[in-house]
């Protein structure tokens, strides 16, 4: 069983910047792929970013703004967020697989974190 907790979720003013963090409780942390994913109202959950190992994904619409990065000693996965846009503004949540069969669909991950709000102000 893996238990994810996100953190740092919070209001900021278009242009600024946030840090999620995701602690993990699991052992084998250096062996997931962890996901970060948002979900803004009315709207489907989306992929933002991914790491596995030292290779990272992103979505278009966050690249060059977002930087995921993990801490494998503290078992824990973060996301910078700069240069926010008032359409960042999501629940955002942490997630996890050994071995998702396709990184940016959310179907594809066993666990999930309970979510964070991120809220955007213009």
């Known amino acids: 069983q893996v238990q994810l907790v996100e953190s740092g979720g919070g209001l900021v003013q278009a242009g600024g910047s946030l840090r999620l963090s995701c602690a993990a409780s699991v052992r084998t942390f250096t062996s997931f792929f962890m996901g970060w994913f948002r979900q803004a109202p009315g709207k489907e959950r989306e992929f933002a970013a991914g790491?596995?190992?030292?290779?990272?994904y992103y979505a278009d619409s966050v690249k060059g703004r977002f930087t995921i990065s993990r801490d494998n000693a503290k078992n824990t996965v973060y996301l910078q967020m700069n240069s926010l846009k008032p359409e960042d503004k999501a629940v955002y949540y942490c997630?996890?697989?050994?071995?998702?069969?396709?990184?940016?669909?959310?179907?594809?991950?066993?666990?999930w974190g309970q979510g964070t709000q991120v809220t955007v102000s213009s």
């Open positions: 997630a996890a697989d050994s071995r998702p069969r396709t990184y940016y669909r959310g179907s594809s991950y066993e666990y």
């Open positions: 790491i596995r190992w030292s290779s990272t």
